[in-house]
């Protein structure tokens, strides 16, 4: 029974490349949260997705970061034009459907370093 | 909007002592408090969910206490060990929020 998966684990990218980081949640859960935690600080939300639906994109940059859950597959957060500013560890939670109150599950996270 | 605050920002004790850590939180409308571990250079793993109608919890060395009327938890670890190092988040969430706002956590180091 496989946790949440993200990957990849490390992702360097140069400024104003792209940046793509996956995210396949526990098996039966159908809720995923994407969490950013810059260094010496503590993790934020970014967003909250349900198969094919963002439900709460209120702590997401307003420019360059979108994500997605689609129907099949893992979820994605892209993050256009990085720059230097992007540098941290992004974390992938889910939970069972209508379930939030059992808690979340994460992800080892995703370390993306601009250079 | 939920603010999490957790006391000390670092612990350091000698082995086989016990600890309390603290945490707080402004809006004590919250259904659960989860506390989490994580290792440098690592993700979060998940210790003990309080849900609200509960006191406390236990997993074999920890005990979590939630106390929603004045909006704190602690997190008590006993007869510490060197493998308990690393750093102790807590989060809760916000009143009518679909996301769980953390503290910025407890840096605890276990001298042998």
């Not at chain 1, 940059?61 to 034009?81: D, N, T, V």
């Not at chain 2, 609200?52 to 510490?80: F, M, P, V």
Request: glycine content about 10%; aromatic content about 8%; hydrophobic content about 35%.
């Amino acid at each position: 029974n496989a946790g949440v998966m993200q990957n990849p684990r490390h992702l360097v990218r140069r400024r104003g490349q792209e940046a793509r980081l996956r995210c396949s949640p526990m098996k039966g859960h159908s809720h995923v949260y994407w969490y950013r935690q810059l260094p010496e600080e503590g993790l934020k939300f970014m967003v909250y997705l349900q198969k094919e639906n963002i439900i709460d994109e209120s702590g997401m940059p307003k420019e360059r970061f979108s994500a997605e859950f689609p129907k099949e597959g893992p979820s994605i957060l892209r993050i256009q034009q990085v720059v230097r500013g992007d540098s941290a560890a992004y974390f992938c939670a889910s939970s069972p459907p209508g379930r939030i109150s059992y808690g979340y599950t994460f992800g080892s996270g995703t370390r993306l370093t601009v250079v | 909007k939920q603010e999490v605050t957790q006391i000390p920002a670092a612990l350091s004790v000698p082995e086989g002592e016990n600890l309390v850590l603290n945490c707080s939180f402004t809006d004590s409308a919250i259904y659960n408090l989860q506390w989490f571990r994580q290792d440098p250079g690592k993700g979060l793993t998940s210790l003990l969910l309080i849900q609200s109608s509960q006191r406390e919890q236990t997993s074999g060395r920890l005990n979590a206490s939630l106390d929603k009327s004045s909006g704190r938890s602690t997190l008590y670890i006993a007869a510490s060990q060197p493998g308990d190092s690393a750093t102790y988040l807590c989060a809760a969430p916000g009143a009518g929020a679909n996301n769980l706002f953390f503290g910025t956590g407890t840096r605890l180091t276990v001298i042998p």
